[in-house]
């Protein structure tokens, strides 16, 4: 018999196409008057449209959100917040937009409405990571969950193809780690195995045509459900070296995640074969880790971490960095065990572990 505690996290969705026109009511329907609208400078178009439907009702707007929320960012996001008396936070952009709105509705109390761009998923959990001094932390607290998400499937169209595919295996990193978390759950497996599903069938679509509104809609949805499984349960080694490399070199947040979301799961593989068939099950594949790998390649994103950057002589500082603190894994970490998949991130190997032997595809999980 299976043991587990679910718990939801309230929030309100509104998702379509065309929805960016409920800002305004969403907003009001919060108590607030004065909006602090929070972007970055590449959503422009996104950005202006929130601006008109929110009318009279936006008192400010600062636009220079930065990646992996850096705490100078934030307070000087705060000095504006204060000098115009704002009273709601509206994002609207990628991850480092809504790390932004979280960090200040923590400081403020603040209600947010956040209108995502890419598929990063954080604005459904509770979960705020900030960087200090080259290094990102994390926390937790219901004050941190946005109170309303407003998706709307336009504001994704523009997004360029490059970007698109590195999101998206970002929102598949978070479906994947659920699986074998601690706090697994079967609300949250189902909500997982329909995102895989979801991501894995429509991101060659909308690679081969960035303005498949089906398609998009689709990864948007697995955005949400597997955003919703990160903000209900924690992650484990892949969600950790992300952030461990992140901090430490200024890394993309979602091309590091698409390089080494294969290679993690290659080294939980041994450890959680059971959730590593399932995962493989919903790709459609007969290996989980190299399934990954294979559909990043197909679609043309980044494989290796020289691709990004990352210096060969870096391997044993950031496999340190990666062990020092304990955390959960359904594996034993280790230095060395570490800097060996990060070696073979760096030299962009297929992984070949973790071949799906026992469980038939699923049938009763997602909708057709």
């Known amino acids: 018999m299976t043991t ?63 990646v992996h929320t850096p705490v100078e960012v934030t307070e000087r996001a705060l000095r504006v917040l204060r000098e115009h008396d704002a009273d709601c936070l509206v994002a609207v952009g990628g991850g480092s937009t809504t790390g932004l709105a979280k960090a200040l509705a923590v400081r ?40 309303t998400v407003i998706y709307d499937v336009e504001f994704t169209l523009g997004l360029p193809t490059a970007l698109s595919v590195c999101s998206a295996v970002n929102a598949l990193a978070h479906a994947v780690e659920a699986l074998y978390s601690p706090q697994a759950n079967p609300v949250v497996d189902g909500m997982a195995l329909d995102a895989i599903f979801r991501i894995a069938r429509a991101l060659p679509r909308v690679a081969a045509d960035p303005v498949d509104r089906d398609a998009r809609s689709d990864l948007m949805q697995g ?42 799961m ?3 593989a041994p450890a959680v074969p059971a959730a590593m068939n399932r995962v493989a099950a919903a790709l459609g594949v007969t290996g989980a880790p190299s399934g990954v790998f294979d559909l990043v390649s197909r679609v043309g994103g980044p494989t290796s971490l020289q691709q990004l950057g990352v210096g060969e002589q870096d391997i044993p500082r950031l496999a340190r960095l990666a062990t020092e603190t304990p955390y959960p894994n359904p594996r034993e970490l280790t230095v060395a065990g570490i800097a060996e998949l990060l070696r073979n991130a760096w030299n962009g190997l297929r992984p070949s572990y973790g071949t799906c032997t026992t469980l038939p595809p699923p049938t009763t999980w997602h909708r057709t």
Request: aromatic share 6%; glycine share 10%.
């Open 4 to 66: 587990f505690t679910y718990t939801a996290n309230p929030a309100r969705v509104v998702f379509g196409t065309g929805t960016v026109a409920a800002v305004g009511d969403e907003v009001q329907r919060l108590g607030a008057s004065r909006v602090l609208l929070l972007s970055s400078r590449p959503p422009r178009q996104a950005a202006s449209a929130v601006r008109e439907a929110l009318g009279p009702l936006l008192a400010w707007e600062f636009d220079g959100a930065a």
């Open 223 to 264: 955005a949400w459900l597997a955003g919703t499984c990160l903000g209900t349960v924690g992650m484990g080694l892949h969600h950790k070296l992300c952030h461990t490399l992140g901090g430490a070199l200024d890394l993309p947040h979602a091309e590091t995640h698409t390089v080494l979301l294969p290679h993690a």
């Open 108 to 147: 403020t109390s603040l209600p947010q409405v956040i209108l995502p761009t890419t598929y990063a998923g954080s604005e459904v959990t509770p979960v705020l990571g900030e960087t200090e001094n080259g290094r990102k932390t994390t926390r937790a607290s219901p004050e941190i969950l946005p109170e």
């Open 266 to 268: 290659a080294y939980n």
